[in-house]
């Protein structure tokens, strides 16, 4: 029992928020217990990690995983019992040959939802440019623990997406506006049904040393931005900038519109017990926090 208590308190120190930092290591603990070295990588991300919980919120992760065929084969009973539309193991792994499968997970610690890919799609999602999955990783992350692969692949997207941030800025801009534009690209380039300027701002507000030691560092290596006073200038002609602006935002919509990334929605939707009551509780929690904030 204590060397469990041991290893959650182990994972807890790589997270940033002490405050939920245990609640998302014991879930961490739990499926490092289940799937242990089949986990090439496991992210936590969302509002427990950075940005402000609702009451309902519950620790998010991304599982990359070495043999995706083994981790479904493990799953059999769960897709027959615990999906609201019962699946087998052959259509999960086909499911995830096409994106990443959401699944809401219990645990004698408390509920999770898991993003579970394979290490080979991770990698072809960031290097061609899959703004879902490039979106989650862009903003900071608790990185659990990972291979020199995935961060590298990272690193990539991170600095992916400070360019594609760059093109929908002004000539001159703070840091925090960046990183509030950078945090909005993923929400941006899929449906959600959130307050989603809420959110960006929470996400920045709580995390913004990390992305601080993560991004200063990268828009030091663009040639054309400078730093001038308190102010990051971009130094590209109009037309340059132009051309990029437009191809940012015809990228982003391409992405969000997409047939497979309706179907994605469709399908992780279904992959919950109750999915409409998960749609309905987000957009409830949104409407209380912004009531809240008016007050």
Same mark, same amino acid.
């Given at each position: 029992?204590?060397?469990?208590?041991?290893?959650?308190?182990?994972?807890?120190?790589?997270?940033?928020?002490?405050?939920?930092?245990?609640?998302?290591?014991?879930?961490?603990? &739990?499926?490092?217990?289940?799937?242990?070295?089949?986990?090439? $990588?496991?992210?936590? &991300?969302?509002?427990?990690?950075?940005?402000?919980?609702?009451?309902?919120?519950?620790?998010?992760?991304?599982?990359?995983?070495?043999?995706?065929?083994?981790?479904?084969?493990?799953?059999?009973?769960?897709?027959?019992?615990?999906?609201?539309?019962?699946?087998?193991?052959?259509?999960?792994?086909?499911?995830?040959?096409?994106?990443?499968?959401? &699944?809401?997970?219990?645990?004698?610690?408390?509920?999770?939802?898991?993003?579970?890919?394979?290490?080979?799609?991770?990698?072809?999602?960031?290097?061609?440019?899959?703004?879902?999955? @490039?979106?989650?990783? @862009?903003?900071?992350?608790?990185?659990?623990?990972?291979?020199?692969?995935?961060?590298?692949?990272?690193?990539?997207?991170?600095?992916?997406?400070?360019?594609?941030?760059?093109?929908?800025?002004?000539?001159?801009? /703070?840091?925090?506006?960046?990183?509030?534009?950078? /945090?909005?690209?993923?929400?941006?380039?899929?449906?959600?049904?959130?307050?989603?300027?809420?959110?960006?701002?929470?996400?920045?507000?709580?995390?913004?040393?990390?992305?601080?030691?993560?991004?200063?560092?990268?828009?030091?290596?663009?040639? &054309?931005?400078?730093?001038?006073?308190?102010?990051?200038?971009?130094?590209?002609?109009?037309?340059?900038?132009?051309?990029?602006?437009?191809? $940012?935002?015809?990228? @982003?919509?391409?992405?969000?519109?997409?047939?497979?990334?309706?179907?994605?929605?469709?399908?992780?939707?279904?992959?919950?017990?109750?999915?409409?009551?998960?749609?309905?509780?987000?957009?409830?929690?949104?409407?209380?926090?912004?009531?809240?904030?008016?007050?």
């Amino acid at each position: 029992m204590q060397k469990n208590i041991d290893r959650i308190n182990e994972i807890a120190k790589r997270l940033p928020n002490k405050e939920t930092s245990i609640t998302i290591a014991e879930r961490a603990f &739990y499926l490092e217990q289940e799937y242990g070295d089949n986990i090439d $990588t496991l992210f936590a &991300y969302g509002s427990l990690v950075f940005g402000k919980p609702r009451k309902k919120s519950i620790p998010d992760f991304l599982v990359i995983i070495k043999d995706i065929v083994v981790f479904h084969k493990m799953n059999e009973d769960f897709y027959a019992s615990g999906l609201t539309i019962p699946s087998n193991s052959d259509e999960q792994i086909k499911l995830n040959e096409l994106w990443p499968n959401f &699944y809401n997970l219990e645990s004698p610690y408390g509920e999770m939802k898991a993003g579970v890919m394979s290490k080979e799609y991770y990698l072809n999602a960031i290097y061609k440019d899959n703004m879902f999955i @490039q979106g989650r990783i @862009q903003k900071p992350l608790g990185i659990l623990w990972s291979s020199r692969e995935t961060e590298e692949a990272l690193l990539f997207a991170r600095r992916k997406g400070a360019l594609h941030a760059l093109n929908l800025l002004p000539v001159s801009f /703070s840091f925090r506006e960046f990183a509030e534009k950078l /945090s909005s690209l993923s929400y941006l380039s899929e449906i959600r049904p959130e307050n989603i300027n809420r959110k960006i701002k929470d996400i920045v507000e709580t995390g913004y040393s990390q992305f601080e030691s993560i991004y200063k560092p990268i828009l030091n290596e663009v040639d &054309y931005i400078k730093y001038i006073g308190e102010e990051y200038k971009d130094t590209r002609s109009h037309e340059e900038k132009e051309k990029a602006r437009n191809e $940012t935002l015809d990228f @982003q919509k391409k992405q969000k519109w997409a047939w497979k990334s309706i179907k994605r929605i469709f399908q992780n939707a279904i992959n919950y017990k109750h999915p409409l009551n998960y749609i309905v509780d987000k957009i409830k929690g949104e409407i209380n926090k912004t009531l809240i904030d008016k007050e």
